[in-house]
Structure formats: C-alpha cells, structure tokens
C-alpha cells in the first residue's frame, strides 16, 4: 500500500490504467525530445534542438531541414493520430517523420514510402558509383 500512496503522491498514478498525469506526461515528452536530440546530435556531429512551444501550435519537435520530427515516448502506440499531426504542419517539399521509443525498445522511426524511395535511390546510386566506377 506504501508504494501506491507514493506513486499517487507522485503524480504518477491517475486512477484506472496506471496512465501518467498530464505535468509528468509532458516531462516525459519533454525529456523524449531531449534524448532524441541528444541522439541525432551526437550521430549527425551537429547541434540539434528541440524546438518550444510546439505544444501550443501544434507543429512538430524537431526540424532537421525538411525534415519535421513529431517525437513521442509512449508504451501504447497510436502511430497514425501521430502521423496525421506532423503532416498537418509539414508543407509539401517538407518529409514528416514520427520518432517513437517505448520502454526497453530502441528509438525508431515511421516515413512515407513516397519519401523512403528518393533515399533508398540516392543509396543506390552511390553503391553503383563505388562498385562500378566510371571507366576513364
């Protein structure tokens, strides 16, 4: 009974569902981002930031070029609704992506096909120019 008056206290326990209150639900997202951020910082050897006050507009966390990243940090996953909202914010020269991590998993990532197949072409095509040189 100790720990359940703790996790209410807490704010971490809101009745039915063991679901997270709204303050600590928005400090995991928050940290989310960070860490995501922290990630694609440390991989792409530049400094990204996660954007503010998108909660209030309902835009994406993360811009990467045209790359808009909607972030999410979840254990029940609701992949379309988060898709549907970084491709309300995205123009269409922008690509929308959906980073998600639940606990334990590593992060990943949802795209378009439409915007999958440019990059796997532009892999290719650099795979072909290493295999098959041009001839002088």
């Known amino acids: 009974m100790g720990a359940l008056v703790r996790l209410v206290y807490t704010g971490q326990y ?12 928005r400090n995991k997202g928050a940290g989310a981002e960070r860490e995501l951020a922290a990630t694609l910082t440390e991989e792409l050897g530049f400094c990204v ?14 811009q990467i070029g045209k790359y ?10 609701a992949i379309m609704d988060w898709c549907s909202q970084v491709e309300a914010c995205t123009t269409p020269s922008e690509v929308p992506l959906v980073a998600f991590r639940q606990n334990g ?3 990943r990532v949802v795209i378009k096909l439409e915007h999958l197949i440019p990059l796997l072409r532009e892999d290719i095509a650099a795979m072909a120019e290493t295999l098959f040189p ?3």
């Open 134 to 136: 041009p001839s002088a």
């Open 49 to 62: 930031k996660r954007k503010l006050g998108q909660a209030r507009d309902g835009g994406d966390d993360i």
């Open 14 to 25: 809101a009745g039915k569902g063991n679901r997270l209150g709204g303050k600590t639900s």
């Open 68 to 77: 808009r990243i909607e972030v999410k940090r979840r254990e029940k996953l």
């Open 105 to 107: 998993q590593p992060w």
